[in-house]
């Protein structure tokens, strides 16, 4: 059997294939959050041990030799840990929100383009230039000590093999990769203050690192080949590998990938340019943060389930009444397709009249538009494949086609694991049928008369969007 690996942001999960991508089993572990005033950490040994229990738990359920092990996981935060790949701190996770000033900065003094224009990486406060430099600036000690600042796959990696230090090009990404000679840029590292820091960057290993290991939840010496990460892990598990096609991720966050073979670097300084295994072939994405948290959220202050969304859904008429909503939830504000620090969610059209099902109507249709903004943006041109904890919902599946004016590829299953399998497949030269194991469980086509009313609507989206980001930067 191969195994994938995908260490979440709120569940660690390890799925089991058969060689015609049949998913075997899947065993799942939820790792916590701490959330305080915009700074969200993770316990690095919680993660960790979550990791090898979940391979524990899946060797056990299916007891068949494991040919190789695929490894992703969540992107961008920091990971400090010490010359024996133990935690220095708490993890930073890619959700903090501690460096919004100095995004805000380099905003206004014209940072934020230039280095954007050099990586096709846009800055957010959870990702690794503005958090390292928000450490160097508050917890200096905790940069003297570490021995690197890694992502949380490269952590496990690391933990499971003893391999040492190392990340793959697509964590290096963001944001200090320079995507055409795909090692790092050492002026936009200097850019960011972190010229006597730049030790702690691990190396980029490419191709991927790949090593056995050490028999914690797998058994030693089993293969065990390091990312790509969740983002373009998806992308491989929902077979998007033609330029033009794109995959929206329905999870925590949204993210709207493209694959391309074009590097363009001009228009608005937003998401980021992934680089992948193949020289010359990116994935231009937009990982927005917004996403089924801000459904969660409405869920949760107005007392319903998940199992009442379609319900409430086949309810309530497109255009829920007249309530609208900007999905923009997170305390860290906006990332993609534009980055906007200080915005946050609105809710307009609210009345005594409302109903619950009309807020939650308008939470998935203005998720839907920042979902059709991402795709836009990103370049999207040929099929559209989606996923994530979303895709369970059959009824905002078809609010999805409608808004998108699209057909949707539902891609089922453990699709980042099937992702990371694939990846491993090639570094390690295993001839595994691609379309065969990224065939679609089904395909939602729109309907045309809600697709015209869905696409005045996201105009009206465009336009409260752009009032807000105004009002955002008071």
């Not at 391999?163 to 320079?178: I, K, N, R």
């Not at 059709?372 to 905002?396: D, F, I, N, P």
Request: aromatic letters at 6%; glycine letters at 12%.
């Amino acid at each position: 059997m191969y195994v994938g690996i995908d260490v979440g942001t709120s569940v660690v999960k390890a799925a089991a294939f058969d060689a015609g991508g049949r998913q075997l089993a899947v065993r799942a572990r939820p790792v916590g959050l701490s959330l305080d005033g915009g700074v969200v950490e993770q316990d690095m040994e919680e993660v960790y041990a979550a990791v090898v229990g979940v391979l524990g738990a899946l060797t056990a359920a299916v007891p068949e030799p494991v040919e190789f092990a695929g490894l992703t996981g969540q992107g961008d935060g920091v990971w400090l840990v010490d010359a024996e790949g133990l935690p220095v701190r708490a993890a930073a996770s890619w959700m903090d929100g501690r460096a919004h000033e100095l995004v805000d900065r380099w905003l206004a003094d014209g940072t934020f383009e230039t280095v954007f224009r050099r990586t096709g990486s846009a800055l957010f406060p959870g990702c690794p230039g503005p958090l390292l430099a928000w450490f160097d600036r508050h917890e200096p000690k905790a940069l003297d000590t570490a021995r690197a600042a890694l992502y949380c796959k490269d952590v496990v990696f690391w933990r499971l093999t003893g391999a040492g230090p190392a990340t793959d090009v697509s964590d290096a990404s963001m944001p200090f990769l320079d995507p055409r000679t795909r090692a790092y840029d050492d002026r936009v590292v200097e850019l960011l203050g972190l010229g006597h820091r730049r030790n702690l960057l691990p190396a980029v290993s490419d191709p991927v690192a790949t090593a056995g290991a050490r028999g914690e939840g797998l058994p030693a010496g089993t293969r065990i080949a390091n990312g790509p990460y969740d983002l373009p892990a998806c992308a491989l598990g929902a077979g998007v590998t033609s330029p033009g096609d794109g995959l929206l991720i329905v999870g925590t966050c949204l993210a709207g990938l493209v694959a391309t073979t074009e590097l363009d670097l001009t228009g608005e300084p937003a998401g980021l340019h992934i680089s992948t295994d193949r020289p010359g072939y990116w994935l231009r994405a937009m990982p927005a943060m917004v996403g089924t948290a801000a459904l969660d959220w409405v869920l949760s202050t107005t007392g319903m389930r998940h199992d009442e969304v379609d319900g409430l859904l086949a309810r309530t008429p497109p255009g829920a009444h007249g309530v609208r909503v900007l999905p923009y939830f997170a305390p860290s504000g906006e990332r993609a397709p534009f980055v906007e620090p200080r915005l946050r969610a609105e809710l307009t059209g609210v009345s005594l009249e409302s109903t619950r099902g009309d807020l939650v109507r308008a939470t998935c249709e203005g998720i839907g538009y920042a979902a059709r903004h991402c795709l836009e943006a990103a370049g999207l041109t040929g099929s559209l494949a989606v996923c994530g904890g979303g895709t369970r919902s059959s009824a905002w599946m078809r609010l999805l086609a409608d808004v998108l004016g699209r057909p949707l590829r539902v891609v089922e299953g453990e699709v980042g694991a099937r992702g990371a399998v694939l990846a491993a497949a090639e570094r390690f030269g295993a001839g595994l049928d691609a379309p065969a194991w990224t065939r679609p469980a089904a395909v939602v086509e729109p309907d045309p008369d809600r697709a015209a009313f869905y696409t005045d609507g996201y105009a009206e989206h465009l336009d409260r969007l752009a009032g807000a980001r105004a009002r955002a930067r008071g």
